[in-house]
């Protein structure tokens, strides 16, 4: 099938894929909420408003940049730090990292995400 037909199904569909894009980021919002307010000498975060992508501020002594790393070599989760982003129109911010939650699927993530805080803090 090709892009074009592609597109025109989307579009007659367009509410329906909306809704249950809304849904599946109203189901992990709160679960993001809970899970920054578990840690918050770790991480600043403020709910976006009408995204599925946020900017949590990392805290942590070792930077954001070491933590994404560690993080995804030891528990596979990946999270991608603001330094692989670049802008000609704003300061860089070396403090935060990308965090999208418009898919289902993601407690895994967050179990994995705790086991390593965890760790962290023995």
């Known amino acids: 099938m090709g892009t074009r037909r592609l597109a025109i199904i989307a579009l007659q569909n367009r509410d329906r894929i909306i809704a249950r894009d809304c849904a599946i980021v109203d189901e992990n919002l709160p679960k993001w909420d809970a899970f920054f307010a578990q840690h918050p000498d770790l991480f600043e975060w403020t709910r976006p408003d ?9 805290l942590g002594q070792e930077g954001v940049e070491e933590f994404c790393r ?7 989760v990946l999270l991608l730090p603001s330094m692989i982003y670049r802008s000609e129109i704003g300061p860089n911010i070396t403090d935060r990292f990308r965090l999208g939650y418009g898919r289902r699927g993601l407690d895994a993530g967050f179990a994995a995400m705790n086991e390593y805080l965890e760790r962290g803090a023995e």
Not at 50 to 55: D, N, P
């Open 70 to 76: 560690d993080l995804v070599e030891t528990s596979g």
């Open 50 to 58: 009408g995204s599925c992508m946020g900017f949590p501020r990392y």
